[in-house]
């Protein structure tokens, strides 16, 4: 799964820091604020969306209100299954985004102490995970626009910390086929659901199972 990821600016970083400038430039005439370094269920996030030829970027909430147990969300979606349940099948072919990100954290419980990593590409410092986002209700009966990382197996690498892992594409995949949602292919876009296949940096530091 993933829990929690992160966003930071970093000067030599061009790719992140234009997506932060741009999107204050957006939404400059609200009173909506851009968070920067840990990003939690239920904080606003940038995320990339396509309509016809036109990227667009937005700030949306993290997470589907989860109606069967109150006060719950749906913040991952299985990437194997997202045909079978109901809430994504309908978003596959219409309503998928890209969220970026400099890392994203996993936790791995040893004992009685919880062993927190810090995970990206290793190639890469900035990269998107892959979602979709959609129009909701929340408890209150008014609607927001929330999104979900979609999760596949874990790869090598990341098996011997969780079994999950969020969906981290390729950048031709990114933007030719996965925010596409011109592009409806089923097929080709289940291909692209699978355990990300380069290295990945992984930093870890041990804490209490209470932290």
Not at 96 to 101: G, N
Request: charged share 30%.
């Amino acid at each position: 799964m993933c829990g929690r990821f992160v966003i930071f600016s970093e000067e030599e970083n061009s790719e992140i820091n234009k997506i932060l400038k741009d999107i204050s430039e957006k939404y400059k005439a609200t009173s909506v604020e851009i968070k920067l370094g840990d990003i939690y269920p239920t904080d606003l996030a940038p995320v990339v969306t396509k309509e016809k030829n036109d990227e667009n970027l937005n700030l949306f909430k993290w997470g589907f209100p989860f109606h069967k147990e109150k006060n719950s969300l749906l913040i991952n979606a299985r990437g194997e299954t997202l045909e079978e349940k109901v809430t994504f099948k309908n978003l596959l072919m219409s309503k998928r985004c890209l969220i970026p990100a400099t890392a994203f954290y996993e936790w791995k419980s040893v004992g009685k102490k919880k062993h927190k990593y810090l995970i990206k590409p290793n190639t890469r410092d900035f990269f998107y995970m892959a979602g979709l986002y959609n129009t909701v209700i929340d408890m209150k009966g008014k609607p927001y626009t929330a999104f979900v990382i979609i999760t596949t197996e874990a790869n090598d690498q990341m098996s011997s910390i969780h079994h999950r892992m969020p969906l981290i594409l390729s950048k031709a995949e990114e933007t030719e086929l996965w925010v596409n949602n011109s592009y409806n292919k089923l097929s080709t876009i289940k291909d692209l659901i699978r355990p990300y296949d380069e290295r990945l940096s992984i930093q870890g530091e041990i804490l209490s199972l209470f932290d």
